[in-house]
């Protein structure tokens, strides 16, 4: 290994140390902002106004993060596998039924408790199409992921 050789190798290695302290920081990021979210919202229970931008950017970095995951195949691992396999469907059901818990807890104490038995079926029904919807999102992002993974290993 020439001299030239080792600083190139080096760089590499400086590169690839600095993606990963700034995709932490970026991760730590979003996580300040959800816990500051949170607080605001559910503890101290502000209004949705004075707090939409914090939403609005939150979102928005995460919808960035998984659509550049799933466009540049990153969810595609040994997919026919994963898909086939009960363990990942019980994953999938699980992590959409917490997920809808999570939702009708926060609806819950952004509204209040039902008084109806109407109100308890309007947010049985929004659980219900909360979970449903969530675990599609999660199939179709994974298959999109795969589709594009094997266009660019075809190309």
């Known amino acids: 290994m020439n001299h030239y050789e ?3 190798w080096e760089d590499e290695r400086i590169k690839s140390a600095n993606n990963k302290i ?11 902002l959800l816990i500051l979210i949170i607080i605001r919202v559910i503890i101290l229970g502000h209004p ?3 707090t939409w931008d914090i939403i609005l950017l939150f979102l928005g970095a995460s919808l960035y993060v998984t ?9 595609s691992e040994e997919y026919e596998a994963i898909q086939a396999s009960f363990r990942h469907k019980l994953s999938m059901v699980f992590s959409g039924l917490l997920a809808g818990i999570f939702f009708t807890v926060f609806r819950l104490l952004r509204e209040g408790f ?7 079926i309007e947010i049985l029904v929004s659980l219900i199409v909360f979970v449903v919807v969530f675990m599609g ?4 992002m994974r298959k999109l992921s795969h589709r594009k993974a094997y266009q660019e290993i075809d190309n």
């Open 6 to 8: 080792h600083y190139e």
């Open 22 to 32: 700034h995709s932490e920081g970026f991760v730590l990021l979003l996580y300040g």
């Open 48 to 50: 949705f106004h004075s």
């Open 67 to 75: 659509l550049r995951h799933v466009l540049s195949g990153n969810f």
């Open 114 to 120: 039902p008084g109806t038995a109407g109100e308890v």
């Open 137 to 140: 999102v999660g199939w179709l």
